[in-house]
């Protein structure tokens, strides 16, 4: 899906791209990172499945709340209208009023949007209970926009039989069998595979067996660099087919500057080691955008970023010269709850006293507040009210306003918010700009009874709201990179445009790593 919208986007359309997910949670917010990895934001403060990230990385368009879709939403919706009557007494049934809130949605992503094509992706596989009001809504949908203004693309796996040496399509043919059951016939068929199809007979068979035309059968290969699949299918020939099954007159794509970058990716020379001390880190999923957003300011840089994956529950005094000694920059993540953060906060203290570059987004950059009240101010208790309530020095607190009595689904500060930087700080050497706005995803904030003590004691507040009351960034002067920002800037990068806070972090550990080396050499 995102690849298409790049190909799409590639010959001068407008796309926009939509995620429909199953699942009976409202939206991804307060679910598990171990069950759904990371919560992407949007511009407007939807929290959503990380598939638009990838969606806004390839296609590089702003997404928003219709952009993703759950079963529970949907019902929420549903059930909403009903209690104020909306339906006029009627019996609130899956068809229409499911569905017909099904459609609400992907239709209304195409208007806000003003897009040329909408891409609605499904989530889950076909056959399951919970998805088939989503695709009877889909089906109903093609019907209402009529022939060339809708069309099926049905992903299927084809494995590989290593004993054999061959590849199956049996999975596809019964994958598509279900689902023309369920009244869609899929235009084209994409197969994923691990191994490349060599046998042309796999393509044909698809073809007969699940009637759809030779070239509408793309094979979609598992490759070595992930932004290398828009020009994997377009050497089939997808948005050609596309287009031509929507009956679109467009140029041939212009991906010069996607190959030039992919050119690039794979020419880097130098590398950097990073250490992304996290609690979810044993699911990489529950920080995609941040580990993107490194590989993508190493793409700038021509570098390779080599993350190191540390639980932070594993960082004890003991252990913390093993875990970090031999990074070349320490990035602490967001998160919720109280567990690994005395680790974290043994990495950020390392950072400081080592000067090992430091980037701490949300979560981080709380605790670079908490490390430099503990061991700069000397407040032995200092810290987080989401962590110790009954806390006298509580550096990180509720949002002015907030209580503890609050539901934790979507009450978080979310979506784009402005903030205007300090001259003469990291982040106006980084940004190069006066203000700036950046997607947010928290309850607590800077706790502003201690301002003006931290800033005596030499920390910087480089970023505030508008108002100076909000405090967005803070930084250590005197180091090359030692800086925590509130908002999650992991969101807004792009594999040919890095994010300016990631592209100076890896900067300072490039520098970092190569005075490193020349100490060495020295010795």
Known sequence: AASLGRLLKARGLKVAAQKLDPYINVD????????????????????????????????????????????????????????????????????????????????????????DVVITEIGGT?????????????????????PGNALYIHVTLVPYLKASGEHKSKPTQHSVKELQGLGITPDI????????????????????????????????????????????????????????????????PDLRQWRDMVAAIKSRSRSVTIGLVGKYVQLHDAYLSVAEALRHAGFALGAKVDIRWIDSETITEETQEELLSHLDGILVPGGFGSRGIEGMILAARYA????????GICLGMQIAVIEFARHVLGIADADSGEFAPECRHKVIDFMPGQGENIDKGGTLRLGSYPCVIADGTTMARCYGSKEIRERHRHRYEFNNDFRQEMQDAGLVISGTSPDGHLVETVELPGRDFHLGAQFHPEFKSRPNRAHPLFKGFIAAALRYRAAAQRDMLHL
């Open 126 to 146: 076909i056959g399951d209970i919970e998805s088939q009001p989503f695709i009877e809504a889909i089906r109903q949908v093609g019907r209402e926009v009529g």
């Open 28 to 115: 991804p917010g307060t679910m598990s990172p171990y069950q759904h990895g990371e919560v992407y934001v949007t511009e407007d403060g939807a929290e959503t499945d990380l598939d638009l990230g990838h969606y806004e990385r390839f296609i590089d368009e702003d997404l928003n709340q219709y952009s993703n879709l759950t079963t529970g939403k949907v019902y929420a919706n549903v059930i909403a209208k009903e209690r104020r009557g909306a339906y006029l007494g009627s019996t609130v049934q899956t068809i229409p009023h499911i569905t017909d809130e099904i459609k609400r949605f992907i239709y209304n992503v195409g208007s806000k949007a003003e897009a």
């Open 352 to 359: 400081r006293e080592h000067h090992v570059p430091y980037l």
């Open 189 to 252: 068929i994409i197969l994923r595979c691990d191994e490349p199809i060599t046998d042309p007979g796999i393509f044909r068979k698809i073809s007969n067996f699940c009637n759809v035309k030779p070239d509408c059968v793309i094979e979609n290969l598992t490759l070595p660099v992930l932004y290398e699949a828009p020009l994997y299918l377009e050497q089939a020939n997808l948005s050609a087919v596309v287009c031509r099954e929507l009956r679109l007159s467009t140029p041939e």
